[in-house]
C-alpha cells in the first residue's frame, strides 16, 4: 500500500467527503457486476471539476502513484477494477456530471464525463433532438465509459459506434496536462485527429473529462416488430430484404434465440413471450421515420407491414408482432436488453464478444454452437446480438444442474475455441466490450507485431510513467 505521505495530497485535494477509504464504502467501486473481477485500494477519489482531476494526476505521475479511472462501473472487460495489489488508486467520475450545454440548432450537447447516458437521452428529448447510443445499462452507465470503451450497442446500424457520435474531447493527460477540445464542429482538418486516440483507449492514454457530442433528429414515426423464424439464415436474409427496401429507415435489427428469450421470460420482471408459438430464433427489428406520414398514414408501419408480408409468403418468418404502443414496443426492447443480465439467473456464463462479416453470421453460428455443445454437453448456448452490424454476443451457460465452479473454470478453453472459429471467419474477438484485462493476453494473438508496436509506443508517448491503467490493453 503507498505511504500516507503520498495518498494525503490526494485527499487534500477532492476533500474528506470525496476521499474514500472506509471499506463499506468503497466496495461497490472494487466489484465489476459479474464477479468476475474484485480488487483492493487504499482510497476511492471523486473528483468534482476537471482542476481536481488534473492535480490528481499531476501528483500521481510524480510520485510513481497508479490510477484506475472509473465510470458507472459497468464495463465488461474489468478494466475499471483496481487489481488486488492495494496500490492502485480508483478515479471515480460520477461528480462530473453536468451538461454544459445543448444546442439544438447545431444538433450538439456537451457535457461531462460523469454523466449517466440515460440522463444525455432524457436532455436531447427536451429539445426533441436524439442521441443514438442505446445500452441496456444506460440508467448507470456514464458518457465517459462509453468513449473510452468505444461503447457499441443497438443503435449502431445506424449511427454508428461510440466513435462516430463524437465531435470533441476535453482530456486530463497522465502528467496533469489539458487537451482542450471541445470544439462541436463536424469539420476540422487540422493535423492529427487526437481525439480518436483516446475513444477507445479505455483510461490507458488519458481521462476523459467532457465531451461534445451528436445529436440527431428525434423520430417522428418508429414501428418495432418482434419477429420468430426458423433459423439465423432466414434472419440474414430477412435482413438483407429489409435493409433494401428501408435503406436508413432500419435502426434496429437484433438477433436472439429461443433460450435467450426464455431467460428473459423467466427473469424479468413483466416480461412476457410476444408470439403464440415458440420459434427457434427470433429478430427485433426497428424502422425510424423522421418525418409523418400524409394523411395520418404512418411511414413507417406501412414499410413494415410490406416488409414482414413479403417475408412472409417467401417462407422466412413464422410469425410476427407489430408493437401497437410505445409501452408495447419498450416491452419488446425489454426482452432484449435484459438479456445479459438474466443469465446469471441460470448459473455460470461464459462470455465472448464478438463480430464476425454480416453474411458469415449463419455459418459461424452454425459451427460454433456445435462446438460449444461438443465440448460441454448439455451446455446451453444463448447467442444474440445486433446482427446488422455482425457483432455476436456469443455466451454459453452452464448445463441445468452443473457445478458452476468447474464450468466456469472452463472459461480459457472455450475462448480459445471459439475465438478460433471467429478469427477462421475473418471476425473479431472483442466487437464492442474492449480489451481491458480480460482479453489483454490475447490481443497479441490477433494483432500484427507492427499493431501492437505502435500501441506500444502511443502508450509510452502519452504515459511514460505507466500512470493511467497499467495491465489493460497491454
Known amino acids: 500500500m503507498p505511504e500516507s505521505s503520498l495518498l494525503s495530497p490526494l485527499v487534500d485535494i477532492v476533500g474528506p467527503r470525496n476521499a474514500l477509504t472506509d471499506p463499506a464504502d468503497m466496495a461497490p467501486y472494487l466489484r465489476e457486476w459479474r464477479d468476475l473481477y474484485q480488487g483492493e485500494t487504499p482510497l476511492v477519489l471523486r473528483p468534482g471539476t476537471r482542476e481536481e482531476v488534473s492535480a490528481i494526476l499531476a501528483h500521481a505521475d510524480r510520485t510513481g502513484l497508479k490510477i484506475v479511472p472509473q465510470g458507472g462501473n459497468t464495463g465488461l472487460v474489468g478494466g475499471q477494477i483496481p487489481n488486488d495489489s492495494a496500490r492502485e488508486i480508483v478515479l471515480s467520475l460520477g461528480r462530473l456530471n453536468r451538461i454544459r450545454e445543448v444546442d439544438a440548432q447545431g444538433y450538439t450537447m456537451t457535457v461531462e464525463a460523469g454523466c449517466t447516458l440515460q440522463a444525455i437521452h432524457d436532455a436531447a428529448d427536451e429539445v426533441e433532438r436524439l442521441f443514438p447510443l442505446t445500452l441496456g445499462s444506460q440508467g448507470s452507465c456514464q458518457i465517459g465509459g462509453n468513449i473510452a470503451t468505444n461503447a457499441g450497442g443497438t443503435a449502431v446500424l445506424a449511427y454508428g459506434n461510440t466513435r462516430d457520435l463524437v465531435l470533441g474531447l476535453e482530456v486530463v493527460l497522465p502528467d496533469g496536462r489539458v487537451v482542450e477540445g471541445l470544439r462541436g464542429l463536424r469539420k476540422d482538418n487540422t493535423g492529427y485527429d487526437l481525439k480518436q ?15 461534445v457530442l451528436k445529436l440527431y433528429p428525434r423520430p417522428r414515426a418508429q414501428d418495432v416488430a418482434f419477429v420468430g423464424l426458423a433459423s439465423p439464415g432466414d434472419a440474414l436474409e430477412l435482413f438483407t430484404r429489409a435493409r433494401a427496401r428501408a435503406g436508413a429507415m432500419l435502426t434496429g435489427f437484433e438477433l436472439m434465440p429461443r433460450v435467450g428469450l426464455e431467460f428473459s421470460v423467466r427473469h424479468l420482471t413483466g416480461a412476457r413471450d410476444p408470439l403464440q408459438a415458440p420459434s427457434p430464433w427470433y429478430v427485433l427489428m426497428e424502422l425510424s421515420s423522421g418525418t409523418e406520414g400524409e394523411d395520418g398514414e404512418n411511414p413507417t408501419r406501412t414499410l413494415m407491414e ?4 413479403e417475408a412472409y409468403e417467401a417462407g422466412l418468418v413464422e410469425d410476427a408482432a407489430l408493437a401497437e404502443s410505445v409501452a408495447q414496443a419498450a416491452a419488446f426492447w425489454h426482452l432484449r436488453h435484459g438479456m445479459s443480465e438474466v443469465q446469471r439467473e441460470e448459473g455460470g456464463s461464459i462470455k465472448h464478444d464478438v463480430s464476425v462479416p454480416v453474411a458469415s453470421v449463419p455459418a459461424f453460428l452454425s459451427e460454433a454452437i456445435a462446438a460449444v455443445e461438443k ?18 454476443h456469443f455466451n454459453v451457460s452452464q448445463p441445468v444442474g452443473a457445478d458452476k465452479a468447474a464450468f466456469l473454470a472452463r472459461w480459457d478453453e472455450m475462448n480459445e475455441l471459439v475465438h478460433g472459429i471467429v478469427l477462421k471467419f475473418g471476425g473479431s474477438i472483442s466487437a464492442e466490450h474492449g480489451i481491458g484485462r480480460l482479453k489483454r493476453d490475447l490481443l497479441g494473438e490477433v494483432k500484427s507485431p507492427v499493431e501492437m508496436d505502435l500501441m506500444r509506443r502511443i502508450k509510452a508517448a502519452f504515459d511514460p510513467n505507466n500512470t493511467l491503467n497499467p495491465g489493460r490493453v497491454l
Do not use: Q, Y
Not at 465440448?375 to 455476436?392: E, L, Q
Open 197 to 211: 486516440l483516446f475513444i477507445g483507449s479505455e483510461g490507458t492514454l488519458g481521462v476523459i473529462t467532457a465531451a
Open 306 to 309: 410490406t416488409i414482414l408480408g
Open 375 to 392: 465440448m460441454v454437453p448439455d451446455c446451453r448456448p444463448v447467442p444474440f446480438g445486433h446482427m446488422g452490424d455482425g457483432n455476436i
